[in-house]
């Protein structure tokens, strides 16, 4: 995925970004695997059961950017495959991270 593709899921936030995720659990590793329309797409090791899946989600993040588990955010989306996470992260770090 380009930079500018994955600018389209990200929006500013005070002190960080808002991701807009869509993803895809009972997958085989958890990663980003692309675009979804205008959404991350994020396939998620964990099964949609009991909110491991938004768990997994928000640890994958924290993971990536080396933050405490608690300072990522998942704002809305708790039994939807889209999902919006807040990362205290500037957004050229993310675009960095997962632009190709």
């Not at 807009?20 to 949609?48: E, F, I, R, W």
């Amino acid at each position: 995925m380009t930079s500018a593709e994955l600018s389209e899921a990200l929006s500013a936030a005070d002190r960080g970004t808002v991701i807009s995720c869509h993803v895809q659990p009972n997958a085989s590793k958890t990663s980003v695997v692309g675009m979804y329309g205008s959404d991350l797409k994020v396939a998620l090791k964990s099964p949609p059961v009991d909110g491991k899946a938004n768990k997994e989600l928000c640890r994958f993040f924290a993971d990536t950017f080396d933050l405490p588990k608690s300072s990522v955010e998942l704002l809305s989306g708790q039994t939807s495959r889209k999902k919006r996470i807040f990362v205290p992260v500037d957004q050229s770090r993310i675009i960095s991270e997962f632009a190709s």
